[in-house]
């Protein structure tokens, strides 16, 4: 990390890191560790999570953006937490939490049956390379994950520049049970709630066109 990161984690951590319970592994979540929501955030809210958030721009800019909402970034890159810490404290943010952990982990140990909103998963890693393509975080076994973390009617929203990734999303998600489209033809629209980085830059300007996807959690 940079020196201003190293400064972020060490003087920001108590604030904006979640102390999750570890497993067995250093991001893992010990299993059964379930939280009680309102103490961490200091109240009830509805609550939007984030995987693989990065350095936080589009979370950090949801968060100002809707200070009645408990926001949730979780990643395993501690960089990119440490920028997320720093951008948020300049920000002013105090609705924001970040976890250093597995995203599945924290959907089925941690977060209590039911309590997410809307869960965003952005621009994950593509693992382009044929050999590579199973270690894709929307796959069959997401799913029951995911919707077990979301509130009926909750929502499961997706985007990415690697069109074989998007066509794989999709049809995961449109086979899933418990999910239902959200959006007509073959892709929803771009959701404005999302800022455009300078990583959706890059792939625009290489010639990746962005896909958006956007799927309900069916009621039980």
Known sequence: MSDAQDRAWAEL????????????????????????LASVYGRAAPLIVEIGSGQGHAII???SSRPEVNFLAIEVFRAGLAR????????????????????PEVLQHLLPAASVDELWVFFPDPWHKKKHTKRRLIAPEFT???????????KLRLATDWEDYAKQMRTVLDQADGFSRD??????????????????RKGSRVGRDIRDLTYVADSA
């Not at 951590?13 to 009680?36: M, Q």
């Open 13 to 36: 951590s108590d604030r904006f890191l979640w102390a999750v319970p570890r497993g067995e592994a250093e991001t893992s979540i010990e299993p059964g560790a379930v939280a009680d």
């Open 61 to 63: 800019h949801a968060a």
């Open 183 to 200: 959006f007509d033809g073959e892709w929803a629209e771009r959701f404005d709630g999302r800022v455009l980085t300078a990583f959706e």
């Open 84 to 103: 997320t810490m720093l951008d948020a404290d300049r920000a002013g943010v105090s609705n924001l939490r970040l976890a250093e952990a597995n995203a």
């Open 144 to 154: 029951s994950i995911a919707r077990g973390a979301l509130r009926p009617g909750g």
